[in-house]
């Protein structure tokens, strides 16, 4: 069923996608591919120590142990992980948002 939208409704509407689309134009990406550990933990402690608290960054690595040393790192420090994924051949994304004071 498809409904009508007031004139005032979708501009509402067109207001929050253009937040949610600077919101991600303001996610920082970090490309780690080629550090092996523990670099990509101890830069993307860094990374995130320069970013505001509920910014977005996007980590690109591909080192195996990440898998494991990433999630652990939020969950040490009270950062959010939102999203682990494979990427391209062995590589591997994370989509991190800081949370916690505590780097």
């Keep these: 069923m498809v ?3 007031s004139l005032g ?4 509407k067109a207001a ?5 689309v600077e919101t991600l134009t303001k996610n920082t990406e970090l490309d780690l591919r ?4 523990p670099l990509p933990v101890l830069k993307t402690r860094n990374a995130m120590r320069k970013l ?3 910014e977005r960054i996007l ?4 080192d195996p142990l990440a898998a494991i ?24 994304r994370f989509l991190l948002e800081r949370r916690g004071e505590k780097l």
Aim: hydrophobic share 30%.
């Design 52 to 54: 505001e608290l509920g």
């Design 34 to 37: 080629g550090y092996q550990c």
């Design 16 to 20: 929050d996608i253009r937040d949610k």
């Design 9 to 12: 409704d979708a501009h509402c």
């Design 3 to 5: 409904s009508l939208l």
């Design 69 to 92: 040393d990433i999630p652990a790192f939020c969950n040490e420090s009270g950062q959010v992980l939102i999203h682990q994924s494979a990427a391209d051949g062995d590589s591997h």
């Design 59 to 62: 980590i690109l690595t591909d």
